[in-house]
């Protein structure tokens, strides 16, 4: 084999592990910045309802403050807490992972959490929430 081309492919090897290395250790992101945006659930919900797409131009991948009154509440098989906020529609609503055990949240309390919005599963779903205050 040419040098030149053993130089060549050394070089992209030592690029593609210097990449793959820094993407590994990138930070994860968490809801601990500030929010793009305020709505209470029932805003957020109408808006994924009436306009999918405009809503995760708007959304997808930000931090959104949302606030409302508690439909639900469980834990996932990761022992997550999982808040369902009530909207208008009866059976679907603002599905929110905490990643953390917040056992004193119950159904038809007020409150405000603060998460990444992955989008429309027939549930708006946040992600990484944090539990603001009641």
């Not at 159904?107 to 027939?122: A, E, N, Q, Y």
């Amino acid at each position: 084999m040419k040098p030149g081309i053993l130089w060549t492919i050394l070089a992209a090897l030592v690029m593609v592990s210097a990449i793959a290395f820094w993407l590994y250790n990138k930070p994860h992101r968490t809801a601990e910045q500030r929010p793009f945006v305020s709505l209470s659930a029932t805003e957020l919900f109408k808006a994924f309802e009436s306009d999918e797409i405009s809503a995760n131009e708007n959304y997808l991948d930000k931090i959104i403050e949302v606030h409302g009154e508690v439909d639900e509440v469980t834990i996932d098989m990761d022992k997550n807490t999982v808040v369902i906020f009530k909207s208008d529609d009866p059976i679907f609503g603002i599905r929110c992972t905490l990643e953390a055990n917040n056992t004193h949240i119950k159904p038809g309390d007020t409150i405000h959490l603060k998460g990444i919005c992955k989008g429309f599963l027939s549930d708006v779903v946040l992600t990484d929430c944090i539990y603001l205050k009641h």
